[in-house]
């Protein structure tokens, strides 16, 4: 005969198995079911200058981009994080850095890169006329500028193709619009703690810290004394792709370059002189040197003066 203690206890211990069945199952369902703040956009829908955020992703996996960068905190933690990086640079700053990775870029190359895509329509900038909208929209980017423009950078130059940049933006839009759920975490210290640790994290890495760079040439006034071409070419971010000791980077190095023959893409070949190097600045895809990317080098017509141009290409001339 059964104790009718232990059936009543047996009924209550059912009812509890079988309440907590129907939540787990309910938390189950609702767990796979995307709502409007957890939803994740769709990789083939984000794109940028005619690439999605699929291709981006497997140029992402092909260079192996998470060795060194995590994206919502997986990865390996050599590099920043880069979940919320078109949020907080916005698109012209990436690609100015993305297309010389080895150094940070300038105020004037990411003003090119912006320029650009203004006037090709881009709708990523929509909204946006000029630099100090930008920055606006972007201050991060303008954080960085400051900050780092013109210095050395630990990531390798890997001389994405144009395409594959475009892609690289197009993926990092999209990681930018997930839900993270505050992800990366916000960074509450004191900015005396902050001060000290970047400091100590500079010493560390080896690298220069930014100090002045001259600008173009008519920023100061007229009585200033014009900067000397090669601060011009680090204003510039020129020192970015080029090198001066023979060694490639993303494009040719600059020594013992004036007045030399180099062969170009298509099979002709040029001698380097003031012409073909006024040419190279303001139409950098007209002669692409053999062996290098074209679409890289953006115009710097309208950008750069004559004055510049000339203490440049004089620069250029005296590396020997």
């Known amino acids: 005969m059964v104790n009718p203690k232990e059936q009543k206890s047996r009924k209550i211990a059912i009812w509890v198995i079988g309440l907590m069945v129907i939540v787990w199952t309910v938390l189950g369902v609702l767990s796979f079911v995307e709502t409007e703040n957890r939803k994740r956009p769709h990789t083939v829908n984000i794109t940028f200058a005619g690439q999605n955020a699929l291709t981006g992703k497997q140029v992402f996996q092909a260079y192996n981009c998470m060795d060194c960068h995590t994206i ?70 303008k954080e960085r500028v400051d900050e780092r423009g013109g210095v050395d950078a630990l990531m390798p130059n890997l001389k994405f193709s144009k395409d594959e940049i475009d892609g690289l933006v197009a993926f990092l839009k999209y990681t930018s619009e997930i839900n993270t759920a505050g992800w990366p975490p916000e960074v509450f210290a004191k900015q005396t703690v902050i001060d000290e640790a970047k400091k100590h994290l500079e010493a560390k890495s080896g690298l220069p810290v930014k100090t002045a760079v001259a600008t173009a040439s008519g920023d100061a006034g007229g009585d200033a004394t014009a900067p000397s071409g090669e601060e011009v070419a680090n204003a510039m971010g020129c020192m970015a792709c080029h090198s001066t000791d023979g060694s490639v980077k993303i494009g040719p190095s600059w020594k013992k370059l004036y007045g030399e023959p180099v062969a170009l893409s298509d099979g002709s070949s040029v001698t380097v002189d003031d012409e073909y190097l006024k040419n190279s600045i303001l139409k950098p895809n007209d002669q692409i040197v053999k062996g290098f990317q074209p679409g890289l080098m953006p115009s710097y017509d309208g950008i750069v003066s004559e004055q510049d141009m000339d203490a440049i290409i004089e620069y250029i001339k005296s590396i020997k």
């Open 72 to 141: 919502v905190g997986n990865g390996a933690y050599f590099a920043p994080d880069l979940t919320k990086i078109y949020e907080q640079t916005g698109p012209a700053w990436l690609l100015a850095y993305l297309g010389s990775p080895g150094a940070y870029p300038t105020e004037a190359v990411v003003n090119i890169q912006l320029n650009e895509l203004i006037k090709n329509g881009e709708a990523s900038v929509k909204g946006i006329g000029n630099l100090d909208d930008y920055y606006s929209e972007y201050p991060k980017a």
